[in-house]
Structure formats: C-alpha cells, structure tokens
C-alpha cells in the first residue's frame, strides 16, 4: 500500500484549507489542519499567540503540533499545513516519511487580492503588496523543491482544483 496521507502546503491564500476539508470529504480520509491543531491545543488564536509571544514562538508550536500529527496519525489524512510550517527541514523529512506533499498554488496577483479580505494571519496584516510579494518568492522556491505534486488553484472553485486532486490521486491507487 502507498502513503495514505496527503499534506498540503503553499502561500497564505492558496486554499489549503479548503481544498484539505473537501479532498478529505471526498477521499473518506480523516482531515486536519496544523494551525486549527496549535489554536486547540494553545486554547488561543494563532494572532493571538504572534501578538503574546512572537513568531519564533509559534513556529515551535507548530513544529511540535507536526511531529505529533505525524506520529499519532493512525488512520488516512488529508493534512493542511500553515504556510509557514515547511521552511523546517525536520519538519519536511517527517512528513516525506509517511506521505505525499501537495503544492497548492496560484500566481501572487490572485493571491494577494484573497489575502486583502483577511484578519487573521499576522504575517499578512498591513503587510505592503511588496513586502508579500518579497515572501512569496522566498518562499515558492521551497515549496516547489519539497512537494511531489502542484496545483494551481486560480480563479476555478474549490470544489474544481480538488477534483482535480482527487482524480490524479485515485487513478494511481499506489500514490495513496
Ligand atoms: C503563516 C501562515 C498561516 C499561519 C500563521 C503563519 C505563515 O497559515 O500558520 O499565520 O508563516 O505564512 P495559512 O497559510 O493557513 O494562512
């Protein structure tokens, strides 16, 4: 049997997950987002955490919240990461062990008009177009190094790009 579980990753706005929550619907898989798992466990929003303690102190959170998904996960998952979550090499490694990693993407313009409408990603609030853009381009190179597969997720609807998804994945049953 292949990897039974699914991680998406990629920038702030490209829909992980949404996509994560009706890809895992559709698949039968048990669905999880590591910023929802980190709020739970925290009993506190993620702004909450970055205006509290810092952002240095959230990626611990996050990386432990991970390493935990990952080592508790018993049955199959569709895991949306936050954004910021891959650029931890240890973090990669053990998500490679266990499962597949998807690249949600979109060209920055459609981006950055999604992330506009938003208040509750801190590193997005009254952040200049340039400034996201500058993190956007950091961060693309990474995504596309660690991921096996990319979707774009532009102007089509969730319910489209996860299909997409789901039936890339399905007929090859040994990817999952
Ligand atoms: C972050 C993205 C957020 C969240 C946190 C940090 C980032 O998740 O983890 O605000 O580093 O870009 P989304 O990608 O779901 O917005």
Redesign the pocket.
């Known amino acids: 049997m292949g990897k039974r579980v699914l991680f998406l990753i990629g920038?702030?706005?490209a829909g992980?997950?949404s996509i994560g929550e009706v890809l895992a619907k559709k698949m039968g898989f048990f669905f999880i987002d590591?910023?929802k798992y980190v709020e739970k466990k925290e009993k506190m929003s993620?702004i909450k955490i970055?205006k509290i303690h810092g952002e240095e102190y959230?990626r611990k959170l996050?990386k432990k919240a991970i390493n935990e998904i990952c080592d508790q996960l018993n049955e199959p998952a569709v895991v949306?990461l936050?954004?910021?979550?891959v650029s931890d090499r240890d973090t990669v490694n053990s998500m490679k062990r266990i499962g597949h990693i998807i690249h949600i993407d979109a060209d920055f313009d459609t981006l950055y008009a999604r992330l506009t409408h938003t208040h509750d990603?801190?590193?997005a609030i009254n952040k200049s177009k340039r400034c996201l853009e500058r993190l956007y381009y950091e961060r693309k190179g990474d995504y596309e190094t660690i991921a096996d597969y990319t979707y774009q997720n532009l102007s089509e609807s969730v319910e489209e790009t996860t299909q997409k998804i789901y039936n890339e994945m399905r007929c090859d049953d040994e990817r999952i």
């Open positions: 920038f702030m706005g992980k997950t590591s910023d993620i970055f959230f996050e949306s936050g954004a910021g979550a990603r801190p590193l």
